[in-house]
């Protein structure tokens, strides 16, 4: 079955720095992958998926991520991290049959 | 602002009693899901429904019963629940279960607390 493990449970980055957030996947088959976004209180909102094609997906609010196959990985990026972007992030799994496996999440933190 | 709602959204119920989630989709799905998210962990998927029909118990204890009346309103009904049970219900929809093409769309969750 599909796993996702997602390193670093907390990332702390200064206002306009870089955002990495980084996770890996494992997968017998072709994955569909995808980043959700968790702010207080809500629910989880896609930022970005990726299906087939391009390997780099570019998401809601700057954010992009590029699937690597053969590092097994589809991590998280945005060039310069904004105080909204505080939140928790989740990065999933799936092959085709719709049985999201999600990480136990990232939570960003934005120091102005 | 996601089409998709839930009541309450907090919960907070003794072991003895019954109480029911309610999830309604405004989006026109087919597809409709319930996962668990307890704190530090991932999230968990205990049912799916597609076209009315239940297609997955992820292996759920019996003391968490789903209904589906129509596509557009999905409900977890709890009688004796243990304190592990407390956590955010999430309530999710998407066109079809069958595809990971089609995305899942979140609710706001409810936050239940077993005393």
């Known amino acids: 079955a599909q796993s996702v493990t997602q390193l670093g449970s907390h990332v702390s980055v200064s206002e306009g720095a870089l955002v990495l957030l980084r996770c890996n996947y494992s997968?017998?088959?072709?994955?569909?992958l995808f980043w959700y976004v968790q702010y207080p209180n809500q629910g989880l909102q896609l930022l970005l998926k990726y299906t087939t094609g391009a390997t780099l997906v570019k998401g809601i609010n700057g954010f992009e991520a590029e699937f690597k196959k053969s590092e097994t990985s589809f991590h998280l990026t945005k060039p310069s991290a904004h105080m909204s972007d505080a939140a928790e992030y989740f990065c999933?799994?799936?092959?085709?049959?719709?049985?999201?496996?999600f990480g136990a999440g990232t939570r960003l933190t934005v120091k102005p | 602002e996601t089409g998709v709602t839930q009541t309450p959204r907090h919960l907070v119920m003794g072991m003895t009693n019954k109480k029911s989630l309610k999830c309604e989709q405004h989006?026109?799905?087919?597809?409709m899901y319930w996962y668990k998210q307890s704190a530090k962990k991932p999230l968990e998927l205990m049912f799916v429904y597609n076209f009315k029909e239940q297609t997955e118990n992820n292996s759920v204890p019996s003391r968490f019963s789903p209904e589906c009346p129509n596509s557009s309103h999905l409900f977890l009904h709890l009688h004796t629940l243990q304190p592990e049970d407390s956590a955010l219900y999430l309530c999710?929809?998407?066109?079809?279960?069958?595809?990971?093409?089609?995305?899942?769309?979140f609710g706001p969750g409810t936050r239940l607390t077993v005393l």
């Open positions: 989006l026109g799905h087919n597809a």
């Open positions: 997968s017998s088959v072709p994955p569909y």
């Open positions: 999710a929809s998407s066109q079809d279960a069958t595809s990971s093409v089609y995305t899942q769309y």
């Open positions: 999933a799994v799936s092959v085709d049959n719709n049985d999201m496996r």
